[in-house]
């Protein structure tokens, strides 16, 4: 797997007590990972099911046991901390750098089976659903990880696409973090989440979609045009570096939104090269403090984003990461209420230009 020539990138894989997976990355020397998972765990739960919208064409996934899954437990009893004086987590090690494993409520899991047909498309919640802890800190955010650290993020991201991609079934690999209680993350423990789809996700369809209309109407790729259309106009660019840029969308649909392309169109992780590869962390963590700093409130709550093509559709969509707040003042949030939520139509209280202008200003 990739990391820098300096600093390897060592993944130990291991297994949780209920079966499910566990890997560590580790950079720098090799650290010796064999600590075993002494919990006694009930069953994994019952699988999910996925349904497709006859109206609309989006699939829903259906995941009624994850009702009981755990919901803002103390901090002394978070299952994302590493296991320490007697005190056993979904991690066993004593310390960890970063670690990813399986959902123990997972949307989705388990193999592909047959859809059903016509206006009632169903078929197995196929999939996987993982847990990447950015950190063993309890009390750290993404924004607060060394440069060292979020490249071992980003090595482990890329290393699930790869393996995740490669299961039957999955038709797309989403690698995301919310932040904060605004935005109703379970755990406070600095993590994020892995989705692997058995379908297209509904955002993602639509761009295809866009991408090949553009293909038919111009004969070119619509986000090598998108993007060298805002570095051009450079009025929404929040920051750049020699091999990505930052730009606020000329159609924003939140009050702070930031889409992050590398200038080089690439399907999805796995195929960025080392020069993209080194330099994301320092762009992404300054995007990061910059949301941090917007509202003088702290951290800011916020939904990070890979945008990766299915499989099958690696030709037109372009890689990239939208990153977004619903923090829209200091003291108010946006709220997807009838218009957004009914509709799907987005009313957006700060424009694109304003919002850019002031991520630029808050750059320290
Ligand atoms: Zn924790």
Redesign the pocket.
Known sequence: MAGTATEPTARTATTLADGRELIYYDSGAAVPRNAVDRRPLDPRPPASHVRRDPATGDWVTVAAHRQARTYQPP?EE?P??PSQDGRLSEIPAADYQVAVFENRFPSLAGPPGELTGGLRTAGPGAGRCEVVCFTAD?DASFADLSEARARLVLDAWTDRTAALSALPGVEQVYCFENRGAEIGVTL??PHGQIYAFPFTAPRTARMVARAAAHRTATGRNLFDDLLAAERADGERVVLAGEHWTAFVPFAARWPYEVHLYPHRRVPDLTALDEAERAEFPRLYLDLLRRFDRLFGTGRTPYISAWHQAPRDQRDELALHLELFTIRRTADKLKYLAGVESGMDAFVNDVSPEHAAQRLREVAR
């Open positions: 901090a978070c994302l901390c309890h406070a423990h």
